[in-house]
């Protein structure tokens, strides 16, 4: 029967072709006319003259016995078809109801037959794709005559807007009454709904027709009863009863469908279409506009669904739904936050309001979908600040408190019976929304920069862990600090390093507590195990704050274009320069009170502060030498400005010592040293050709310690110069003295003076009596080492090599000077040696013997500045003359020190100092390294089979470095190499030896790239097996980790030779 019935409504809803002659003179309305009732004939004819639909005919009678809307006798064409189309979808409802009971009651026959491979039985109510098409034929016909011609204007789009035919059908309905109207409404309204009940026939009904079934409601159930175009007489025509009926049909409507196509059709209905229409009506624009009590009505259930669970997403996926990704869709998504940030006027109370939003809001941030959350979380991001600029006292309460919690619960952790505190996905989850909040958000505000703050120790000691760990919360730790120090105030900024940097209180992981690694790759809060040794707890705390500073100056040294560093190395400066005066005040107490049996009660608390303060200024000199020792000049010192803090910082804690009565300070090298590089970076400063005025007025704190070296300290060179700098900065650059160029820099001017008696003068090749009656200043040295590393005049930049950067000193001098107990003068002159080997001075070639055994006799020295300089002087050796040097330097390397030695540490030093000046000269052989290598490897190879495990890593490193330069020249030795290689990885003890190993491998296929298959061919099986055998049986994770790396280099030698990469070349051929 089912077919039957959707066979008739194809009869009654078929196009008509060629109808009589009328047609050609007729108008479109009485053609359209002629059609509905040539349709609805031959339905009527159809039902009643064929037998075989005689079900079909008795149950549609029983369907019209029950419609008292139904009228046989109408004169309206277009209300008699929508009648005919109303019928028989009720009695096709009917129908499917019966059949869908039954189905249900009546077990299938073939249910024992049943196997898995069996597709269930389909209900009766399941359509297909050609009945679901005549059905929607037919719905479209009951909308377009039945509904939408009667809602009022204002009510829902206008027909007129949707085709030419919505406007043909909407004037040929103009002329109705408004008691018809809303009757003939209110009927196909009901008849929708009741086919609605099906859910076969509910889809086909709201996927296009929802929006006009929700206007037909709105209207029938909230129309004012003095509407514009309506009398007191249209009221009689609904019932109280009636509009309750519609009234609460509407909020089951509502409820029942899917919430953003909801949310999206009421959008519509409130705020009208904005497309034109078709026939071009001067009251288009009239009819476009919702009705104000429509439009308030949909405010009022908009407000219903976002109050509602899960409202927020269901109005985001609403509005977004769809979209592309593009600059509108940005735009959409600071509208949606507009609106989730402003109040509804329906609400209760916006304590409630903000109470269920910033829940959902919340949840927004935690989408896993990848396609929705991007714009879900631009979203909340965009909302959240909305809220914390517009409703600060509700942000902080229902969205800051929540998304912080967990790091705050670190802080207040007490519950020592959980093992785990605060769980893996709740610091996961809490440190991704701040990173989207704030750094993705990237809005700073006093109350974000405030909340941020509180919990900022936390986050930073969750880096600190991460730091040392693999996982995925160190790249957004990192981002939130760096934005903190780059949003919030200087001042809070230098609190915040301090409170890091240990040298200020501040609330971090609660005591008793510390971060582990979770199981997917992120932390957890967990409780620590008790620790009786208190050696290891000492250690523990110790290399952990190492560890925290470690990890703050990499934090700074990220901060190129901010000035933070350095103020904060300018800040900590001033703080040192105070702690230096009150301890020279404390001396002077601490003479008289040597007794302390003697102390009263007060004087012993007094005593503890100042051991407490002795303690902070300990940890004050490591954070300033932890600084200098990892940030670059270039980052602590990005503008002149700052330098200049540097130096007053400098020459405060010089004017120090000289207010003692005793003068101890004085006599200090290092004080003297400090004040000698304060007074020539200064004069360096005062040297450029033009300074602004900003820089010269911050040059104004200069005047006093300037003035007080000029006239207290005992040095009379130190109190000209100091007059001298203190007259240009007072006269802002009009006073010049001639000498300013030579303070600024000595090392090119009086090349005649010794290191350490320059006098600053005019004339080089003279030496007033001024000089000669001024004691000893190292200030050239001091002076060149600083400019060298801070800012070196143009004059001192050129090539190390040229001659004319050299001091004209004679070879004899140099070599006297290198054997200066003075190490700032012995550091000077093994540079200097190391400039006049490399521009081959025909005296350094005389005495080449000379020059190697003073750089063989520094490596032996304890300071790292002489042995690092004597490193660089035999690589440059090694370079310039490799047949005259490699060979001494080889035989030192495997034998040790030519001299005797009983000190077996010195000698394993000093042949570590010999292969890192091997490895500098295999660098620099480049292509002479296959001419010059092979007594290199073989040195090499032999150092592999040392007693010493650091000389067997050495020569491994330098094997490498020495291996990836020869290119073809390495074939004749790939099997020794790889023999020894093989052995090594397989049956060395020490991790260290198999790691350096395995790098050899790693750096060999770096440097021989697309000749690896080549020059390896024979074992390059061999080396892979190798790495594989690391790989799965090495108990060392760095071993593994390199021999992964060398794997993955080999991989990609050999897709590049399997696959090419394919070029487009056209290749012209001149054939002979």
Known sequence: MTTAIISLLNVLTKPIGEVSGRDATSSKE??????????????????????????????????????????????????????????????????????LELFKLTPTSTARLHTPEMAPPLPPDVLSVTQQKTLGSALQFVVSLGLCPYLAPGVGVPLGHRSAFGAMVEKMVCGQTSCVAHHRLLTTTNVLLHLAELSSLATLVFTRHLGDVMAALCQLGYQPQQSEGSTSKDVKDLSEEERGNCQEALRHLLGKVYQPVVIKELLILQGGTKQPGPVGRSNASKDRTASSWLRRLCGHLLSERLMQPNGVRAVVRAILEGGTGGESDWKKCDGIARILAACPQQSASADTYYKQICSQILELLHLKDKLTAQQFQRVATSTTLYLVQEKPNYAQLYLLVPLLAPLHHCITA?????????EEWELMQCVEDINKIWVVGNRSSALLLKALEEVLPVVFTLYCFTKQNVSNLRTPCCEILLWYL????????????????????????????????????????????????????????????????????????????????????????????????????????????????????????????????????????????????????????RKNIQVVGFIVSLLQRACVGLDQANGLSIGNPIESQTLTMGIGLLATLLSEPQLTVEVYSSMSRLLQ???????????????????????????QGAYRP????????????????????YVPCKNQNKVTKESQTCPHTPLLVNNNHVNSHIRQPASFQGSVTSETSLPSKGFSDWLLEACDPDIPTKAFALRTLTQKVQSKDPETLHDLEKVLILFLENLENEDSFIYLSAIQGLASLADSYPERILERLLRDFQDGPSHSTTNTDHS?????????????????????????????????????????????????????????????????????????????????????????????????????????????????????????????????????????????????????????????????????
């Not at 019976?417 to 605060?422: A, D, G, L």
């Not at 300037?706 to 006269?731: C, F, M, W, Y």
């Open 30 to 99: 009485e053609a359209f006319q002629a059609a509905l009732l040539t349709n609805r004939d031959a339905l009527l004819e159809q039902l009643y003259n064929d037998s075989s639909l005689k079900d079909v005919r008795r149950l549609r009678e029983d369907v019209m016995t029950g419609a008292s809307w139904f009228l046989n006798d109408t004169e309206d064409v277009m209300w008699g078809f929508v009648q005919e189309c109303l019928l028989m979808l009720l009695t096709l409802a009917r129908h499917l109801s019966v059949e």
């Open 414 to 422: 007490a519950d020592i019976n959980c093992q785990v505190v605060v």
């Open 486 to 637: 780059s949003h919030t105030e200087a001042s809070a900024a230098l609190s915040v390093l301090r409170q890091l940097s240990g040298l200020q209180v501040h609330a971090d992981v609660a005591a008793g507590f510390h971060f582990t690694p979770g199981s997917s790759g992120g932390v957890q809060l967990s409780c620590r195990d008790g620790c009786s040794d208190e050696d290891n707890t000492l250690y523990e705390k110790l290399s952990g704050e190492q560890w925290r500073l470690e990890c703050l100056m990499h934090l700074l040294s990220q901060l190129k274009d901010n000035d933070l560093p350095g103020d904060f190395f300018l800040d900590l400066l001033q703080e040192l320069t105070r702690w230096t005066t009150a301890d020279a005040e404390e001396e002077e107490e601490d003479g008289q009170q040597l007794d302390i049996s003697a102390m009263t009660l007060l004087e012993v608390e007094q005593q503890h502060g100042r051991v407490t303060r002795q303690g902070h200024m300990l940890a004050l000199l490591q954070v300033l030498a932890v600084m200098v020792e990892s940030l670059q000049h270039t980052v602590l010192m």
């Open 705 to 731: 310690p300037l003035g007080t070296l000029s006239q207290k300290h005992p040095d009379v060179l130190i109190q000209e110069l100091a007059s001298n700098l203190r007259a240009v900065i007072a006269t």
């Open 738 to 757: 001639d000498n300013l160029s030579n303070i600024a820099a000595p090392g090119t001017k009086d090349s005649e003076m010794s290191p350490k008696s």
């Open 908 to 1072: 394993l030093e000093f042949r570590l100092k010999i292969g890192e000046v091997l490895m500098r000269a295999s660098r620099a052989m480049g292509d002479l390294a296959p001419h010059l290598g092979h007594p290199l490897v073989t040195a090499f190879l032999r150092g592999t089979r040392d007693s010493d495990q650091s000389v067997r890593a050495s020569s491994l490193s330098n094997l490498g470095e020495l291996c990836q330069r020869l290119d073809y020249a390495l074939g004749p030795l790939a099997q020794e190499l790889s023999s020894c290689l093989t052995a090594l990885i397989k049956t060395e003890k020490e991790a260290e030896v198999r790691r350096a190993a395995v790098h050899v491998i790693t750096v060999l296929i770096q440097g021989l790239r697309h000749k690896t298959t080549q020059v390896l061919s024979d074992v390059l099986l061999d080396l892979y097996r190798a790495l594989k055998w690391v790989v799965r049986s090495d108990p060392d994770e760095v071993a593994v980790l390199h021999a992964q790396l060398a794997l993955e280099e080999l991989d990609g030698v050999m897709r590049s030779l399997i696959f090419p990469k394919q070029t487009l070349e056209k290749k012209i051929v001149v054939l002979p």
